[in-house]
């Protein structure tokens, strides 16, 4: 059993490593090192990219949680679509991990069907994903972490990297000029993935110090 569970942790790493789980090539690498943790591991968190992963990660640094000794994996999946994949090769190892996992609110029906689907339960509602550890951003984690830092928080940020004249500039454009400022700072972030990969850490530190961390966030790593 232990070499069957083995092999199917080498087959999820090369279908990361080849592209057949889909994302671009630091997913498919950031996929591949999670899943070689995999089979020592006493957690294992499905989360739909790097930076959730890099969310969650820097959430419990900031907690003083060391998920390395702890052995809990953050396993950025490259998708929502890949969720039933993961959970069909993960869900053997129930019986001795932990399973969780992070989604978006437009992914939500998805993340239910893949636990449906590989019978590890039956959530017909967000408290039933919760129970079985899984909770839900609304609408997104970037959101998430906006609402958490504030608008005055969030451009305090962008001056301490300094992104506020990019920022200015970017909120002068005609297709954004009449957008509220909370749209505005989401779409920024999201225009380059390294803006967004790096104030996925940023926006969760200035959180935690105000201690408006996500509950999605929060209550996961309370799971694992």
């Known amino acids: 059993m232990a070499t069957a569970r083995r092999a199917d942790m080498i087959e999820l790493a090369r279908g990361a490593l080849d592209g057949r789980l889909g994302g671009n090539a630091a997913s498919i690498r950031a996929t591949a090192r999670a899943l070689a943790k995999v089979e020592s591991a006493t957690a294992v968190v499905l989360v739909e990219g790097i930076s959730d992963q890099i969310a969650l990660e820097t959430a419990a640094v900031c907690r003083g949680r060391d998920l390395e000794a702890e052995r809990v994996v953050i396993v950025p999946i490259g998708g929502a679509h890949a969720i039933g994949r993961f959970l069909t090769r993960l869900g053997p190892l129930g019986t001795r991990v932990r399973l969780a996992g992070l989604c978006d609110l437009r992914e939500e029906e998805i993340f239910r069907r893949g636990l449906a689907a590989t019978h590890l ?11 079985l550890g899984f909770y839900v951003c609304v609408n997104d984690l970037e959101e998430e972490l906006i609402r958490a830092v504030g608008t005055a928080g969030v ?3 962008f001056a301490s990297e300094g992104d506020l004249r ?9 297709a954004w ?3 509220n400022l909370e749209a505005q700072m989401y779409r920024f972030m999201r225009s380059s993935s390294r803006r967004n990969l790096r104030y ?3 926006f969760v530190e200035a959180a935690v110090g105000r201690d408006t961390l996500p509950r999605p966030l929060d ?5 694992v």
Request: net charge positive; no cysteine; proline share 6%.
């Open 121 to 131: 339960g039956s959530p017909r509602t967000r408290a039933d994903m919760e129970h």
């Open 155 to 157: 451009e305090a940020l």
């Open 219 to 223: 209550a996961l790593l309370t799971t």
């Open 200 to 202: 996925a850490r940023l």
């Open 177 to 179: 000029r009449d957008r």
């Open 166 to 174: 990019s920022f200015h500039s970017f909120q002068s454009q005609p």
